[in-house]
Nanobody, 129 residues
Framework: EVQLVESGGGLVQPGGSLRFSCTASGCTFSNYGMGWFRQVPGKEREGVAALYVSSGLSTTSYSDSVQGRFTISRDNAKNTLYLQMNSLKPEDTAMYYC????????????????????WGQGTQVTVSS
């Protein structure tokens, strides 16, 4: 059974930084496409960043709202996905989830939640002064 466990959430002031980790178990992590999503109450879950590897080449995708501020990365040796978040804004406040997809999907789908098969439990980020 694939399990994803996020960590690293918390309270941060506007302009601050946080780094999330998502550790996977029960799968060959290097074979999985991975994504970070977020959700606020009453709104749909939205894609933040995704990272897929094909033929040894990594491809990242970011939503317009986080492009240039967030960086997704992975360490296959540690079965861990990361999200470095800089220049945080109050509108980044949300529950953040990591997700895994055990196959390649087209780039246009990577920030959509529907294709992903496995989800972590989520970690809360609150950006407030």
């Amino acid at each position: 059974e694939v399990q994803l466990v996020e960590s690293g959430g918390g309270l941060v002031q506007p302009g601050g930084s946080l780094r999330f980790s998502c550790t996977a178990s029960g799968c060959t992590f290097s074979n999985y496409g991975m994504g970070w999503f977020r959700q606020v109450p009453g709104k749909e879950r939205e894609g933040v960043a995704a990272l897929y590897v094909s033929s040894g080449l990594s491809t990242t995708s970011y939503s317009d709202s986080v492009q240039g501020r967030f960086t997704i990365s992975r360490d296959n040796a540690k079965n861990t996905l990361y999200l470095q978040m800089n220049s945080l804004k109050p509108e980044d406040t949300a529950m953040y989830y990591c997700a895994a997809k055990p196959s390649w999907i087209p780039g246009a789908q990577r920030l959509q939640p529907q294709p992903y098969n496995y989800w972590g439990q989520g970690t809360q980020v609150t950006v407030s002064s």
